[in-house]
């Protein structure tokens, strides 16, 4: 396995998942087909993976077997992003996690501390074809936030 921990941005990559389309009016049915999609693609990938899905309703809808495989919904005050940004920085290694969103504000804070980001198209294409991972982005060496974000 490439990677300790492999956190996914849960409504970014439900959004990109061509296989779910017709299925976003029922966000429960839609959110179990995509934590079982990830949970047979993504199995190799990393020795534990967490789903991030915004907001609390509907949060305990997900019944799940598989111990490397957890599922979190954010409280109502943070956002997903916010929850995968908070488990990068607090991680006491980063460069061993890989964060898969489409969102590129998101790619690029994950990316300054440390983590290995790939969009959710790479991600469902990987869960399609396990043995063609495409390479993650790295953030360039010395950037820091500010880098980013400039005054």
């Known amino acids: 396995m490439d990677y300790d921990q492999l956190i996914i941005d849960g409504y970014n990559l439900l959004h990109q998942d061509a296989a779910l389309e017709g299925r976003r009016d029922d966000l429960q ?5 995509l934590v079982r999609r990830i949970e047979q693609g993504a199995a190799g990938m990393a020795c534990k993976i967490t789903v991030v899905f915004d907001g609390r ?23 997903a992003d916010g929850m995968i940004e908070q488990m990068v920085h607090d991680a006491q290694t980063p460069e061993r996690i890989l964060v898969v969103t489409s969102d590129w504000i998101e790619q690029r804070l994950v990316s300054v501390f440390g983590a290995s980001v790939i969009s959710c198209r790479e991600f469902l294409q990987r869960c399609e074809t396990p043995s063609s991972m495409p390479k993650s982005r790295k953030p360039p060496r010395g950037s820091t936030l500010g880098d980013f974000f400039p005054q």
């Open 57 to 79: 309703e509907g949060g305990r809808d997900i019944a799940l077997d598989a111990p490397n495989l957890e599922v979190l919904f954010s409280p109502s005050n943070r956002t």
């Open 29 to 33: 049915t839609a959110r179990q087909r």
